[in-house]
């Protein structure tokens, strides 16, 4: 993890890194659409704390402001969570999942976990691999990720989702929406939409929401380059 983070402060050419994940849970955990646990694929992992003391550590010199986690699981919030309070550590302040109108996992038991321990969405997928652009909806397009790479796209290839596309593209046009995406902000159950910030207060930057229903919660102040995101907000018409 410190040869990593001074390898991304390195290459970014900057003094601290605002925003510093774990992309995948070093444990087994169930991948790419799969949501039943498979007790045979359990593996040797890295100990919660070994992976909390580094981040501490670099936190501590200054390298890395905040820390978080992404594609975790309900209990990895919590037991995350709960070791750097044993730790005295800092907390990890943000989760990145995926979550769309194909994929509401996160309404599950992840939505009480990230409320109670007070740790932002970063949801990502909001267009669930282009299914929600529309552009699907009369087959697979050319030249998109589901006809160039054989197999990419099966955790949404399932019962129904065919029909819900379909029918979320004709709302999002009957309500002159550019795309099925535009319309999650609005379906966002009460639950969520406590950490995570819906319009005008949302701030989107590279197709991530970000944010946290408290105001004081660390990543709703996170740096943020100020032009990128006023041209990102004047796209989507925010």
Known sequence: ???????????????????YQFHWPDRY???????????TQERPSTPTAEQVEPIAHIIKQGKVRHWGVSNETAWGVAEFSRVAQQLGAPKPISIQNAYNLLNRHFDGPLAEATLRERVGLLAYSALAFGLLSGKHVAGVAPRTRFSLFE???DRY?????DEATAAYTALAREHGLH????EIWSL????V???????PNLMLFSGMALGHGDPAHPINTLRTERAALEEFASLRGF
């Open 179 to 182: 795309t099925c995406a535009q």
């Open 1 to 19: 993890i410190m040869e990593a983070a001074h390898g991304s402060l390195g290459r970014l050419r900057t003094d601290y890194i605002d925003l």
């Open 29 to 39: 955990v169930p991948q790419f659409g799969a949501v039943a646990y498979d007790l």
């Open 151 to 153: 197999g990419f796209g």
């Open 188 to 191: 966002v159950p009460g639950t």
């Open 193 to 199: 939409g406590k950490f995570l910030q819906v319009p």
């Open 157 to 161: 290839r399932k019962p129904n989702v």
